[in-house]
């Protein structure tokens, strides 16, 4: 380890907590609130990710879903995987979608609208929103999980 001898000796404590860093732990939703963009996740993971995000689908009125990716195929792609695990939720036209480079599709449940866009810079990732007809209940946005998650 280098000796650092100038300012106020804070860089000796940055060198030292640059390289103590622990790498994130995923075991619940919440945990990927602060990420851009979607963790790679061992198995064990992704099953304790699905099993609470289930139960927060399942209790909601509908959702809708947000899906960045680096082309408009994959992100059709990653929509349907999510209608193949899901019977209730279903949508149309997705033929008539394009856009190109990196892109964002929003999805709603409740209407079947499905719109993509073109839009370089973000990261990659599913966002999923439990959505609520009562007014008191508050949505929940979760992820952003991997593109493969529901395959």
């Not at 810079?121 to 609520?132: A, D, H, M, N, R």
Request: proline residues 3%; hydrophobic residues 40%; glycine residues 8%.
């Amino acid at each position: 380890m280098c000796q650092l001898h100038c300012g106020l000796g804070m860089e000796e404590h940055l060198v030292k907590n640059f390289l103590d860093i622990k790498l994130m732990e995923i075991n619940k939703l919440v945990d990927l609130n602060n990420l851009r963009t979607a963790p790679q996740l061992r198995d064990i993971q992704a099953k304790k990710l699905l099993e609470e995000l289930e139960a927060n689908i399942f209790n909601a009125d509908w959702i809708t879903i947000g899906i960045m990716a680096p082309s408009d195929n994959k992100a059709i792609e990653t929509l349907q995987s999510i209608s193949k695990r899901y019977s209730s939720i279903k949508f149309g036209n997705l033929g008539s979608l394009h856009a190109v480079g990196g892109v964002f599709l929003k999805a709603n449940q409740k209407t079947s609208n499905v719109f993509v866009r073109s839009e370089n810079g973000l990261g990659q990732g599913i966002l999923i929103t439990c959505q609520y007809d009562e007014g008191a209940k508050e949505s929940n946005t979760f992820g952003p999980l991997p593109l493969d998650f529901f395959t």
